[in-house]
């Protein structure tokens, strides 16, 4: 048994919660059968296909400018194994499948449910998983008109989803909301023009991002999605839990980890002056063993 440790996919600090429907104020659904959501650390994009009795449900989440995107897919073919973790295949317009990722099993409104990371833009991702034969986060492809996803052990399943440019612009519109209900203001990359860069992380990330033990040893895993602000002077002066599902010490333990720990090369203003600046940050934790 392997962990590969903190592994970076793309650092892209761009200065950077299982949809229960009822939950949340729900938008009226748009002629193309998406409908939209938001909380106030995260928005949702999702939509239904019906087959017969079954139906399968796409959701799309985005927590901000940055994040990557939580591709979740819930129907009745999926296992019903809370936490747990499968090997996933994603494929775009019937050209095969990609590279195996890591996938969480969950619930989605009560059915079971697969979620995934993907991106179409930098994103800070990290990963601490059991395995050495997957990626952290897969590809998403906005002008597909299919996708294909296949729960390793399980019949693939195809979705004639028709174009992504909508829902990702209806997200992109969400998530500068968001950035002005966190006070950064719909201004932010007008004002803050150069990103923060972790400095010497390789001193840093591993005291600070830890597997916590309950949940290592439970075999339990969770994306945990975090919101940072990171001060003027390269500290992590707030962190804010946006997604920890399967146990709260995932967020609790990291964030107290960034804030004594984590340094960055604070951002700067069109001026050079150092800034505070926003980072999201997408972690994976998965027992796959």
């Given at each position: 048994?392997?962990i590969?440790?903190?592994?970076?996919?793309?650092?892209?600090?761009?200065?950077?919660?299982?949809?229960?429907?009822?939950?949340?104020?729900?938008?009226?659904?748009?002629?193309?059968?998406?409908?939209?959501?938001?909380?106030?650390?995260?928005?949702?994009?999702?939509?239904?296909?019906?087959?017969?009795?079954?139906?399968?449900?796409?959701?799309?989440?985005?927590?901000?400018?940055?994040?990557?995107?939580?591709?979740?897919?819930?129907?009745?073919q999926?296992?019903?194994?809370?936490?747990?973790?499968?090997?996933?295949?994603?494929?775009?317009?019937?050209?095969?499948?990609?590279?195996?990722?890591?996938?969480?099993?969950?619930?989605?409104?009560?059915?079971?449910?697969?979620?995934?990371?993907?991106?179409?833009?930098?994103?800070?991702?990290?990963?601490?998983?059991?395995?050495?034969?997957?990626?952290?986060?897969?590809?998403?492809?906005?002008?597909?008109?299919?996708?294909?996803?296949?729960?390793?052990?399980?019949?693939?399943?195809?979705?004639?989803?028709?174009?992504?440019?909508?829902?990702?612009?209806?997200?992109?519109?969400?998530?500068?909301?968001?950035?002005?209900?966190?006070?950064?203001?719909?201004?932010y990359?007008?004002?803050?023009v150069?990103a923060?860069?972790?400095?010497?992380?390789?001193?840093?990330?591993?005291?600070?991002?830890?597997y916590?033990?309950?949940?290592?040893?439970?075999?339990?895993?969770?994306?945990?999605?975090?919101r940072?602000?990171?001060?003027?002077?390269?500290?992590?002066?707030?962190?804010?839990?946006?997604?920890?599902?399967?146990?709260?010490?995932?967020?609790?333990?990291?964030?107290?980890?960034?804030?004594?720990?984590?340094?960055?090369?604070?951002?700067?203003?069109?001026?050079?002056?150092?800034?505070?600046?926003?980072?999201?940050?997408?972690?994976?934790?998965?027992?796959?063993?």
């Amino acid at each position: 048994m392997t962990i590969l440790r903190g592994c970076l996919l793309v650092l892209g600090a761009l200065g950077g919660a299982n949809l229960a429907v009822g939950a949340v104020a729900v938008r009226a659904q748009s002629a193309d059968g998406w409908q939209y959501s938001e909380s106030a650390e995260s928005c949702r994009a999702y939509r239904s296909f019906s087959e017969g009795e079954a139906s399968t449900v796409l959701q799309l989440r985005s927590f901000g400018p940055g994040s990557a995107v939580e591709a979740t897919v819930a129907g009745p073919q999926v296992p019903r194994e809370p936490n747990a973790v499968r090997m996933v295949e994603l494929g775009w317009d019937g050209a095969g499948f990609e590279e195996h990722q890591v996938g969480i099993l969950g619930t989605l409104g009560g059915t079971p449910s697969v979620s995934l990371l993907t991106a179409h833009r930098p994103v800070s991702a990290f990963v601490f998983y059991f395995s050495e034969r997957a990626v952290a986060v897969s590809r998403l492809d906005p002008t597909a008109q299919a996708m294909q996803l296949r729960v390793v052990g399980n019949a693939p399943r195809a979705l004639q989803i028709g174009s992504l440019a909508e829902p990702l612009r209806r997200l992109a519109e969400c998530e500068a909301g968001l950035m002005e209900k966190w006070g950064w203001g719909r201004d932010y990359y007008q004002r803050v023009v150069t990103a923060p860069v972790m400095r010497d992380p390789q001193r840093w990330f591993y005291k600070a991002i830890v597997y916590p033990a309950v949940p290592n040893l439970n075999r339990t895993s969770s994306f945990l999605q975090l919101r940072l602000k990171v001060d003027a002077a390269g500290r992590v002066a707030e962190c804010v839990v946006q997604s920890s599902p399967g146990s709260s010490q995932f967020g609790e333990k990291n964030c107290t980890g960034l804030r004594r720990q984590a340094r960055f090369d604070p951002a700067l203003d069109a001026q050079g002056q150092p800034v505070e600046s926003y980072v999201q940050m997408s972690i994976t934790f998965a027992r796959y063993d």
